[in-house]
């Protein structure tokens, strides 16, 4: 069974800084690329950031740009959110996502998520 665990989150101050981390096992981690999403209350779930399976190039939301940084450890099978100048907005439940498309299927997985709480 695919495990994803997330941990790291916690309550911050605005301005504060976080690291989330996901540690994963039971599949071929370098094959998928890795993504953290967030979900706040009432609203839907958006991507925050992406990094890819080789060349660790990323993406990120623009609300993000410029304060979360993604990483990958493919020795650990762990991805990471480095999360600095954080926001009262940036409030959220934090998911990582592993996915992989080939012909035959798409492969799918998440954690059960962290919460990260901004505020004074």
């Known amino acids: 069974q695919v495990h994803l665990v997330e941990s790291g989150g916690g309550l911050v101050q605005p301005g504060g800084s976080l690291k989330l981390s996901c540690a994963t096992s039971?599949?071929?981690?370098?094959?998928?690329?890795m993504s953290w999403y967030r979900q706040a209350p009432g609203k839907e779930r958006e991507l925050v950031a992406r990094?890819?399976?080789?060349?660790?190039?990323?993406n990120y939301a623009d609300s993000v740009k410029g304060r979360f940084t993604i990483s990958r450890d493919n020795a650990k099978n762990t991805v990471y959110l480095q999360m600095n100048i954080l926001k009262p907005e940036d409030t959220a439940m934090y998911y990582c996502?592993?996915?992989?498309?080939?012909?035959?299927?798409?492969?799918?997985?998440w954690g059960q998520g962290t919460q990260v709480t901004v505020s004074s």
């Open positions: 039971r599949f071929t981690f370098n094959n998928y690329a």
């Open positions: 996502n592993a996915r992989r498309t080939t012909l035959a299927r798409n492969y799918d997985y």
């Open positions: 990094i890819i399976s080789a060349g660790g190039i990323s």
